[in-house]
DNA sequence: TGACACCAATCTGTGCAGGCATAAAAATAA
DNA sequence: TTATTTTTATGCCTGCACAGATTGGTGTCA
């Protein structure tokens, strides 16, 4: 048992919410889970009250423990993103990850390359280096690595919390990527070039270049991987019958 | 007692924490908190829980309850967002999520113009139609509520649920606003020209147009409230030691 | 003497079982 | 329809046993 037993409830209900093998509506009694997961009802009351702070669940007198539909999960949630992306939902998780990368991480470039300490802008520089290097060589494993910490150092430099905490699902796109195959055998000019631009106008505290540069980067990336959520369907809540 | 006895504990506790009052690295034992806040281990537990599932602390054996730094906060949770901005992070909070917002109110007008659904069009055409109105009367109460509706909309109608899921945080930035007396006696010309034509844009598909003219909203925007955190400290987490 | 490995005591969260109180849905009566 | 009672599942409390991490002591060896 790696860990906590409460921690096992919360991911056999959360990924069974997530994949709609447990549909919204759906009315469960903390009793029920008793008796199936032979657990307590203490180890229960504490799975629901981190699943409802996911927004998956609310429990209520009476009725028992009601499941939510996605418009109420939330989806900053890491491990809302962890059960979508092994959903059938992956898709459009993917998708909406990517439109806030491509949202943010040029906004980050720009910041950082206003505020960045000096630390941080040297090891840009030198993490793009290495990204040339192993790049050009053809060495995907290194390069991935690299490319994560490239992106993840950019958050973190904005001095942006909201940014700088973007980077876990962000690493797990990049993973995906290449684990999909989806990256050419070896990384294009152009976007080795972006990237060492990206961090020498960070280190030129150029803003706007850093802006311009990043774009690039994200125009591209965005390119590669929209094939993978085509028939994703969007999904509009109107904010007005939400509460 | 308005709601749930943990869910007090959880806003006591909380609030306490994110406003510093108790400092990242205190040992709290759960024994000492059932004596003070008079509530029994069950409700402790429970609310220790959702202060885990919001990185405020970690419950390790033998040792207590840790509270943890700001770094582990997750910056997304709304209960964390409002306690930080009504702690001294205020200034901070703020900064993030404007600047979030400049980053992702563009892309969201650009999508929305490209997928929003009928019914969403409309209704934002409706909008600035009544915000040109009540804002040329000086009606500051009914063009807040409408701006909030207005920028809400064109983020659900993004389709990208991550984005929808920020209008809460968002509102409470525009009620701040003018809560706080930054907005002018009445609108500027130019703010209702700019958000007529975000709607109008996304009217007629013109995915560039809503994202130009929403960006000129964000840009007006940022100089009006960004007195407001001219002070704040940015934060610096380089990610290869956070774990 | 001092460094290091090992073991036992202790402390605190984790999990279990069962009890009563209470709120809200459902059934019943007016 | 409206008011009242009944039903029933969660909310909350408590006593107990267990697990695992820290601490300190013990013994061995250099």
Chains 1, 2 share one sequence.
Not at 10 to 17: C, D, K, P, Q, Y
Not at 48 to 73: D, H, N, Y
Not at 110 to 136: C, D, T, V, W
Request: with cysteine.
């Amino acid at each position: 048992m790696a860990t906590s037993l409460h921690a096992h409830v919360v991911e056999h209900l959360g990924s069974r919410i997530v994949n709609g093998q447990i549909p919204r509506g759906s009315i469960i009694l903390a009793a029920e889970l008793e008796a199936k997961l032979q657990v307590s009802r203490s180890v229960i009351r504490e799975a629901v009250r981190v699943l409802a702070q996911c927004g998956l669940v609310t429990s209520t007198k009476r009725v028992g423990i009601r499941v939510l539909g996605p418009e109420e999960w939330n989806p900053y949630d890491t491990q809302v993103i962890r059960w979508r992306l092994a959903s059938e939902q992956r898709g459009a998780q993917l998708r909406s990850l990517t439109e806030l990368r491509i949202s943010v991480e040029p906004m980050a470039a720009e910041l950082a390359a206003e505020f960045a300490p000096e630390a941080m802008r040297k090891e840009l520089l030198l993490i793009s280096a290495q990204m040339n290097h192993y790049g050009r060589q053809g060495d995907l494993r290194r390069f991935l690595e690299l490319d994560i910490r490239f992106h993840c150092l950019v958050l973190a430099a904005s001095g942006n919390e909201m940014f700088a905490n973007l980077a876990t699902p962000i690493a797990a796109i990049l993973r995906g990527r290449t684990e999909l195959g989806l990256m050419p055998e070896r990384p294009h000019e152009e976007a080795l070039a972006w990237h060492q631009s990206v961090a020498e106008s960070i280190s030129h505290l150029d803003a706007l270049g850093a802006r311009r540069n990043m774009e690039s980067i994200m125009r591209r990336t965005h390119n590669e991987i929209c094939s993978l959520w085509d028939g994703a369907p969007r999904v509009f809540v109107d904010p007005n019958t939400k509460k």
